[in-house]
């Protein structure tokens, strides 16, 4: 007996080591899971697909770079009235809905490299004559997506009536049924809308050029450097590849 308790003890030790091992080597494979917000009302940039699916610009991108940087996204619609709140408080790491990059936002909350410039454009019916900017809109209702950049600017020009809408997509319909005289929205929202989407599209027109120079970019939570890191190197990969350029010419051109 006692010589057959030493043989015992190296199976039991042996046993023991193989399975640290085994959990040691679990932990490693573990991948990084982040939610990400997107509030998908913003075709082509985010929205929902006939088959219930969240497709888009930044969807495509935010998995590009999630593939490059080796982690995993879960995505989670929201509702553009609270998405900046929520990720204050934690209930997802970053956003991926055409965030523009602006100094007021930067007081509150971190951003990514940016990865596409999308000026505000104005669209009124093809009927309109006489407008090519908005101040050519005083006296007039302009609409734009509640707390969006579009909002802002239409906000500065003294004259124009703002009316808000909790997806842009309202303000499109409002437009194209007369009920208000224009929409201000990103180029490619705009676009979209006004030069794709049938039943748009003979209705619509975009007048002028884009009169802001914005940048879009992935918003975090203050001081989540780790998360912002792993955008930002995740995304530097995307551009230099060359994916970044495919996904321009796939959504937005």
């Known amino acids: ?29 573990k991948t990084t899971k982040i939610t990400v917000a997107t509030d998908a009302t913003w075709p082509p940039m985010e929205y929902v697909d006939e088959n219930k699916n969240i497709v888009g610009f930044d969807i495509d991108l935010v998995n590009e770079v999630a593939k490059a940087a080796g982690f995993e996204v879960e995505i989670k619609n929201t509702a553009w009235d609270g998405i900046f709140a929520g990720l204050a408080a934690g209930n997802y790491q970053a956003i991926a809905s055409s965030v523009t990059v602006t100094d007021e936002r930067k007081a509150t909350m971190d951003f990514s490299e940016p990865y596409v410039n999308a000026g505000q454009v104005l669209v009124v019916r093809k009927n309109t004559t006489g407008v090519t900017t908005l101040a050519d809109m005083i006296g007039k209702k302009v609409g734009a997506q509640i707390g969006t950049t579009g909002a802002i600017e239409v906000g500065k020009v003294q004259g124009v009536e703002l009316k808000t809408y909790d997806e842009v997509g309202l303000a499109f319909e409002d437009l194209a049924n007369g009920n208000i005289d224009g ?71």
């Open 183 to 253: 929409v201000v929205a990103d180029s490619p929202i705009a676009a979209n809308f006004a030069l794709q989407n049938a039943s748009y599209k003979e209705k619509l027109m975009i007048v002028g050029k884009p009169f802001t120079d914005e940048w879009l970019a992935f918003a975090f939570k203050k001081g989540d450097t780790k998360t912002q890191k792993l955008f930002n190197d995740g995304l530097a990969k995307v551009k230099s590849s060359g994916k970044l350029d495919e996904l321009v010419k796939k959504w937005l051109q």
């Open 1 to 29: 007996m006692k010589k057959s308790w030493p043989v015992f003890a190296s199976v039991i030790l042996i046993a023991i080591v193989a399975l640290g091992v085994t959990s040691l080597s679990s932990c490693a494979k």
